[in-house]
């Protein structure tokens, strides 16, 4: 396991935690923010479990998952994006789902690698 993606799906989490402090709390906003927050936490907490898997299916399916989530978190990302009125968020939604597609195809080439 990376040490560089440890750190990277763990500051993912914690900067999409950020972003959810600075939208509007509303119904509304709270269900996607609620979804966006278990995601993106699940992302950082899952590839931190690849790190002490004790068998190569056990290994894959916690990579399963990161990719998994990750994709969920871009898609909750995505939403929030287009309903999003603050433009002052804008720029960190677009980095925040760029960071989360690089994930994701992080995840994807290491499954790749790992079933070969």
Known sequence: ?????KQRTKRFAIDV?????SLPH???FNCYVNQLLRCSSSVAANYMAVGRTKSKPDFINKLKIVEEEGDE???F???I???NSNQELTTEIKRLI???DEIVAIGVASLKTSRS
């Open 17 to 21: 935690w950020r972003l959810c402090s």
């Open 26 to 28: 509303s119904r509304e």
């Open 73 to 75: 978190s871009q898609f």
């Open 81 to 83: 994006e287009e309903i």
């Open 1 to 5: 396991m990376k040490l560089e993606m």
């Open 98 to 100: 760029k960071e989360a």
């Open 77 to 79: 990302l995505e939403v």
